[in-house]
């Protein structure tokens, strides 16, 4: 009896030493397993994962291809997809947008970007492409998350819908449908995409009645 107590007992101490050694890697930044290729953020310490459809994916590339074509040869900033940005590193608030731009008032061209771990940079865009599992409550926390850590301009994308919501402030927004044009105000001067050119190059698939 006195044997299998100790055993339970080294089974839980084991459990236990795992968990603490999530959350370690979790306060850094950092993921338990290096073959797990699942996406993530990490959520005040706790890390939680970002699953993306395969038309969300798809929306979110055609669009930074977009943006990334816009922004050649212009040396004003980088577009990145699905980097992970520390928001907050006091409360360990690290977001991973589906697109995004940092200016070079925020990252210099010609700076070195970290080799491993998070960007520790706020972008002054971030795109977020609606995935089915994705919650009107959790859109709403991410985006007050990032007009409080500093981002200037916010994208909500539809994609069933074929819709976009324009932040430009946590209660500032415009909602684009496909007739519409999307702009890139103050943050992206000279921007300009026609939403029904970008859901036209990604044709959904509708759901049988």
Same mark, same amino acid.
């Given at each position: 009896?006195?044997? $299998?107590?100790?055993?339970?007992?080294?089974?839980?101490?084991?459990?236990?030493? =795992?968990?603490?050694?999530?959350? $370690?890697?979790?306060?850094?930044?950092?993921? /338990?397993?290096? +073959?797990?290729?699942?996406?993530?953020?990490? !959520?005040?310490?706790?890390? @939680?994962?970002?699953?993306?459809?395969?038309?969300?994916?798809?929306?979110?590339? !055609?669009? *930074?291809?977009?943006? /990334?074509?816009?922004?050649? *040869?212009?040396?004003?900033?980088?577009?990145?997809?699905?980097?992970?940005?520390?928001?907050?590193? !006091?409360?360990?608030?690290?977001?991973?947008?589906?697109?995004?731009? =940092?200016?070079?008032?925020?990252?210099?061209? +010609?700076?070195?970007?970290?080799?491993?771990?998070?960007?520790? =940079?706020?972008?002054?865009?971030?795109?977020?492409?609606?995935?089915? *599992?994705?919650?009107?409550?959790?859109?709403?926390?991410?985006?007050? !998350?990032?007009?409080?850590?500093?981002?200037?301009? =916010?994208?909500?994308?539809?994609?069933?819908?074929?819709?976009?919501?324009?932040?430009? *402030?946590?209660?500032?927004?415009?909602?684009?449908?496909?007739?519409?044009?999307?702009?890139?105000?103050?943050?992206?001067?000279?921007?300009?995409?026609?939403?029904?050119?970008?859901?036209?190059?990604?044709? @959904?698939?509708?759901?049988?009645?």
């Amino acid at each position: 009896m006195a044997t $299998a107590v100790a055993e339970r007992g080294e089974e839980r101490s084991a459990s236990a030493a =795992v968990t603490l050694s999530e959350e $370690a890697l979790a306060e850094r930044g950092e993921v /338990a397993g290096q +073959d797990d290729e699942r996406l993530y953020e990490i !959520e005040y310490g706790r890390r @939680v994962e970002k699953p993306m459809s395969a038309l969300s994916s798809a929306l979110a590339s !055609e669009l *930074g291809h977009r943006l /990334a074509y816009f922004l050649f *040869g212009q040396r004003v900033g980088r577009v990145v997809a699905e980097a992970v940005f520390i928001l907050n590193a !006091e409360r360990n608030l690290r977001r991973r947008p589906d697109v995004a731009f =940092v200016s070079t008032q925020r990252w210099p061209l +010609d700076k070195p970007i970290p080799a491993q771990g998070d960007w520790p =940079v706020v972008p002054d865009l971030a795109v977020e492409v609606l995935s089915p *599992g994705d919650t009107a409550e959790k859109l709403a926390q991410k985006v007050n !998350e990032y007009f409080r850590s500093g981002v200037r301009l =916010v994208w909500v994308v539809l994609p069933m819908i074929r819709q976009v919501y324009v932040y430009t *402030g946590p209660t500032a927004v415009r909602i684009l449908t496909k007739q519409d044009e999307l702009d890139g105000g103050d943050v992206l001067p000279g921007f300009r995409l026609q939403l029904a050119e970008l859901f036209a190059a990604v044709p @959904v698939e509708r759901p049988a009645e």
